[in-house]
């Protein structure tokens, strides 16, 4: 069984950074994934990367800003966030899919339990 536990959330000024962790067990597939969630809207694609890192691609709105990574000897992925914008306030999920440039939360198979991130202005 796979279970994916994220952490390093937190409440943060506007330019600060953060740096997620998503600790990973069982057997994940291929392609891991952050996605993130505001209040009232969709859940959104954010980064993702593969286990051999071969493969990374961002959303638009956090390209330059945020890097993702992995440590495949920890198996855990990392979601580096610098220069934070009060609109990157979100609860931040980690997620395995199959399909690797996938960016449809729907093709995503397992789920953490989220962390929250909060960017005041």
């Known amino acids: 069984q796979v279970q994916l536990v994220e952490s390093g959330g937190g409440l943060v000024q506007a330019g600060g950074s953060l740096r997620l962790s998503c600790a990973a067990s069982?057997?994940?597939?291929?392609?891991m994934g952050w996605f993130r969630q505001a209040p009232g809207k969709e859940r959104e694609f954010v980064a993702a990367i593969t286990w051999s890192g071969g493969s990374i691609y961002y959303a638009e709105s956090v390209k330059g800003r945020f890097t993702i990574s992995t440590s495949n000897a920890k198996n855990t992925v990392y979601l580096q966030m610098n220069s934070l914008k009060p609109e990157d306030t979100a609860v931040y999920y980690c997620?395995?899919?199959?399909?690797?440039?996938?960016?449809?939360?729907?093709?995503?198979?397992?789920w953490g339990q989220g962390t929250q991130v909060t960017v005041s202005s």
């Open positions: 997620t395995t899919s199959p399909y690797t440039y996938d960016k449809s939360p729907s093709h995503y198979i397992y």
């Open positions: 069982g057997r994940t597939f291929s392609n």
